[in-house]
């Protein structure tokens, strides 16, 4: 016997009401996946921006480490020639005082200087061990010795500012002299020589005064004078170049830190989302 028609409308409105919950289901999913997955493509897109700016800087950070080697190369260059311009003119200078000696008498003024020098020193010492003694005086020497080590040329390429280097030997020098200028102004015996070797170093400046004279118009010495100070200024040009690529060299290095936790946050970021239905391992 077939069912009349009433009950297949009713088997099929039944059916009816089962399929369209059952298909609104289906839909949804699919929209929230489509939805999850521009998410995903957004920040993988963002990972890999931040991975390449990552690769940019730290290729930044090689050539920068490379034009600092460059330079302070140069450095090393401009420190030689200027040292042997330096024996050069000290050559034609002894050359020159001995042809002069008679005239100008700064030789002999010279000797005398020294003399009364080595009488301080001499009298002197003593006092100095007593400042060996001093905390103050101790770490003052110390300061010292680094400051002349630390200016002392390498052969590596260490990064430092030479400048920088030469302003700190010069300071620690005048705080030992400062110390024994003090202690020595405190020894009667030492003042009276101190007396005795400004005298002497006076009558050295007039010596030198008559010799500049004698030889200002000599060719040997103006060409010597001329390739020292071009060497001299060779040298300072050399250094500020390093200075420059060392301040260039931290700027890059900062990049590199910046970068690399910017590209921590974006994978750490990626890894939080949950947009493919669940939590993304953060390897």
């Avoid at 007039?206 to 040298?235: I, M, N």
Wanted: charged share 35%; glycine share 2%.
């Amino acid at each position: 016997m077939r069912p009349s028609w009433r009950v297949w409308i009713s088997i099929c409105l039944s059916g009816m009401s089962f399929c369209l919950p059952i298909e609104a289901a289906q839909k949804g999913p699919s929209k929230q996946s489509t939805a999850q997955k521009r998410d995903e493509q957004r920040e993988n897109e963002a990972v890999r921006k931040a991975e390449d700016h990552l690769r940019d800087v730290q290729k930044e950070v090689k050539k920068t480490e490379a034009d600092l080697r460059e330079a302070q190369q140069r450095v090393r260059q401009t420190v030689t020639q200027r040292q042997a311009a330096a024996s050069a003119l000290q050559k034609t200078l002894d050359r020159l005082e001995g042809e002069h000696a008679d005239l100008t008498g700064l030789t002999a003024t010279r000797r005398a200087l020294k003399t009364v020098q080595a009488e301080f020193d001499q009298q002197a010492a003593p006092v100095r061990k007593m400042l060996e003694s001093q905390d103050d005086y101790r770490a003052a020497q110390s300061a010292l010795a680094r400051a002349k080590a630390a200016l002392a040329p390498a052969d590596d390429d260490v990064e430092v500012d030479r400048k920088q280097l030469a302003k700190d030997h010069l300071a620690a020098t005048a705080k030992v002299r400062e110390l024994e200028q003090a202690a020595f102004r405190r020894d009667a015996g030492l003042t009276v020589l101190t007396d005795k070797i400004d005298r002497a170093e006076k009558d050295v400046q007039v010596a030198l005064e008559r010799f500049e004279k004698a030889v200002e118009r000599d060719r040997d010495l103006k060409t010597a004078r001329k390739a020292f100070e071009d060497s001299k200024a060779a040298e300072d040009r050399a250094e500020t170049a390093v200075a420059k690529e060392l301040r260039a060299l931290a700027a890059a290095r900062m990049k590199v830190t910046q970068a690399t936790q910017q590209l921590q946050q974006k994978k750490l970021q990626d890894a939080r989302d949950d947009n493919r239905g669940k939590k993304k391992s953060k390897n």
